[in-house]
């Protein structure tokens, strides 16, 4: 099969079980550390999905943990600054929920660290895809509406 790549999960919240429920589906990826600042969801995030690892300060957990893949499912305020530590701290692939960013310099910011550290960097807009938003873009890039 090849590699199978350490995925770290990085908060804890709502969003995180779809996170943790697409790497389970995937034979080459394993969830093997979570981090969140609430050690109680903590516990009970490890034990409904069998993670014995976790921090709740995820620089050390990037620090200690050699992740492949780490997956920033937090509030949206914290998306840049956990994505650009990630990206320097050796992450090669991270996945980021949206927004991306609070403002266009962070998510510039965003980029410009995953490329000089050489990381994937994808943000889940995953309905960009969806057809009412296929169609708009469309109606847009030839001129039937917008400026």
């Known amino acids: 099969m090849g590699k199978v790549y350490k995925v770290g999960i ?3 919240g709502g969003i995180s079980h779809m996170h943790t429920n697409w790497y389970r589906a ?3 990826t394993e969830v093997t550390v979570i981090s969140d600042i609430n050690a109680d969801l903590l516990k009970s995030y490890g034990e409904q999905y069998g993670i014995e690892k976790s921090y709740t300060d995820y620089i050390e957990m ?3 943990e050699d992740l492949d893949i780490v ?3 937090t509030r949206p305020k914290f998306h840049a600054p956990l994505v ?3 990206a320097k701290r050796g992450v090669r692939g991270i996945l980021s929920e949206k927004p991306m960013a609070e403002n266009l310099g962070q998510a510039r910011e ?3 660290v995953s490329q000089e550290n050489n990381v994937k960097l994808a943000i889940d807009h995953q309905l960009r895809f969806n057809s009412p938003y296929v169609v708009a873009k469309e109606l847009i890039e030839n001129g039937e509406i917008g400026e």
Do not use: N
């Open 10 to 12: 990085i908060g804890c």
């Open 26 to 28: 995937e034979p080459r």
């Open 62 to 64: 990037l620090e200690t």
């Open 71 to 73: 997956s920033v499912c």
């Open 84 to 86: 650009i530590e990630s």
């Open 110 to 112: 965003m980029v410009d």
